[in-house]
Structures are given as structure tokens and as C-alpha cells.
């Protein structure tokens, strides 16, 4: 008597094989093009953040160099000011985390057509320890002006210059493409 044999097949073909691996292949393609994106977007979030760092530290030193302000007490520590540049004696702290008297300007500057908004820092005594340098505070914008606040009733009363004395004004006003920075001076109440 004959007995009926049903064979299983194993294994795959070789076209089910070639099938496989180009499934595979657009599943792998697709995972690196998902990586790359997440890792282009966690780039330009990193860059936003350090950007944003960036402007948050350079209005805080701004702040700090305008409430810090000293005029009149030693030597040549006047005040003066143009649209463009505003110059100043105050305490800037050095790297060793102390404060010392320094010299500032505060200028509107253009450099390889972008418009530029520096302080200049230089140490009030040939031996002091406040880094001299170039610190950018804003770039990019399209105008800028300075402005000095010396009447706060009614609106305030701004001024376009502030002759060198030893009379500052109440605020600077930073304009920067229509938006106002007013940097207060000193500590008033």
C-alpha cells in the first residue's frame, strides 16, 4: 500500500530573500533619514539656545554697566554721549570674580556691512585686572541710535546728545530697530 508523503517545504526562496532585503533596506533608509532630522533639529536648537544665551548675557551686561555707573569721584570719570556712542566710568567684574573701576563705550558700529551694537571695556588703572576688549552686544539689526532720558514726567523728555560732565542722565535708551532698551543709571530708587 502506497502511503501519500506530504513534504514541507524550508527555508525560503530566493526571490522571498530579494524580497526581504530591499525591505529592509527602505526600513534602514528611512531610520537614518528620521535620524538625520532629529539631528539637524537638535542642531538648530542647540544654535537657537546658545543664541539666545547669547543676547540674554549681553543684555545683562549692558544692564549691569549702566547701574554700576560712577561719575565724579576720581579723575576722569565723565559722562558723554552721541546717537551713536556713549561713554562712561563704572565697576565691571574681572575674571577672578571681583569688581574694578573700568572705562566704557558703548558704540554703534558697522563691520563688513552688519550693523554692530560694542562695548568697549578697558581697566581704569594700567594694572587692573578688568579684561580690555570688543564685546558684541547686538548685531544684525537695520538702525540703531542712543538716546538720553533726563525728565521722566509727561512721556519723559529724551535727548539725542549728553554733553561730558559729571552729571549723567536718569536712563539710556538703546533703540534698536524701533524697539527701546532703557538702560537705567545708577541705583535710583
Given at each position: 500500500?502506497?502511503?501519500?508523503?506530504?513534504?514541507?517545504?524550508?527555508?525560503?526562496?530566493?526571490?522571498?530573500?530579494?524580497?526581504?532585503?530591499?525591505?529592509?533596506?527602505?526600513v534602514?533608509?528611512?531610520?537614518?533619514?528620521?535620524?538625520?532630522?532629529?539631528?539637524?533639529?537638535?542642531?538648530?536648537?542647540?544654535?537657537?539656545?546658545?543664541?539666545?544665551?547669547?543676547?540674554?548675557?549681553?543684555?545683562?551686561?549692558?544692564?549691569?554697566?549702566?547701574?554700576?555707573?560712577e561719575?565724579?569721584?576720581?579723575?576722569?570719570?565723565?559722562?558723554?554721549?552721541d546717537?551713536?556712542?556713549?561713554?562712561?566710568?563704572?565697576?565691571?567684574?574681572?575674571?577672578?570674580?571681583?569688581?574694578?573701576?573700568?572705562?566704557?563705550?558703548?558704540?554703534?558700529?558697522?563691520?563688513?556691512?552688519?550693523n554692530l551694537?560694542?562695548?568697549?571695556?578697558?581697566?581704569?588703572?594700567?594694572?587692573?585686572?578688568?579684561?580690555?576688549?570688543?564685546?558684541i552686544?547686538?548685531?544684525?539689526?537695520?538702525?540703531?541710535?542712543?538716546?538720553?532720558?533726563?525728565?521722566?514726567?509727561?512721556?519723559?523728555?529724551?535727548?539725542?546728545?549728553?554733553?561730558?560732565?559729571?552729571?549723567?542722565?536718569?536712563?539710556?535708551?538703546?533703540?534698536?530697530?524701533?524697539?527701546?532698551a532703557?538702560?537705567?543709571?545708577?541705583?535710583?530708587?
Amino acid at each position: 500500500m502506497p502511503t501519500n508523503v506530504t513534504g514541507t517545504r524550508r527555508g525560503f526562496t530566493l526571490v522571498e530573500l530579494m524580497v526581504s532585503l530591499v525591505v529592509c533596506g527602505f526600513v534602514l533608509l528611512g531610520a537614518r533619514m528620521m535620524f538625520d532630522g532629529l539631528a539637524g533639529a537638535a542642531h538648530r536648537t542647540m544654535l537657537a539656545a546658545r543664541e539666545a544665551d547669547r543676547v540674554a548675557n549681553a543684555d545683562h551686561l549692558t544692564r549691569m554697566l549702566f547701574a554700576r555707573l560712577e561719575i565724579g569721584l576720581v579723575g576722569d570719570t565723565t559722562f558723554g554721549g552721541d546717537p551713536r556712542s556713549v561713554h562712561f566710568s563704572t565697576w565691571c567684574q574681572t575674571p577672578f570674580g571681583w569688581l574694578e573701576r573700568c572705562h566704557a563705550l558703548i558704540a554703534l558700529e558697522v563691520y563688513r556691512d552688519t550693523n554692530l551694537l560694542v562695548a568697549h571695556l578697558a581697566p581704569s588703572e594700567p594694572r587692573g585686572n578688568v579684561g580690555v576688549g570688543r564685546l558684541i552686544l547686538a548685531r544684525g539689526f537695520r538702525s540703531g541710535a542712543l538716546r538720553y532720558l533726563n525728565d521722566p514726567r509727561a512721556g519723559g523728555r529724551w535727548f539725542v546728545t549728553w554733553g561730558d560732565g559729571i552729571v549723567a542722565p536718569l536712563a539710556v535708551g538703546v533703540m534698536l530697530d524701533g524697539d527701546t532698551a532703557i538702560m537705567r543709571i545708577g541705583e535710583r530708587g
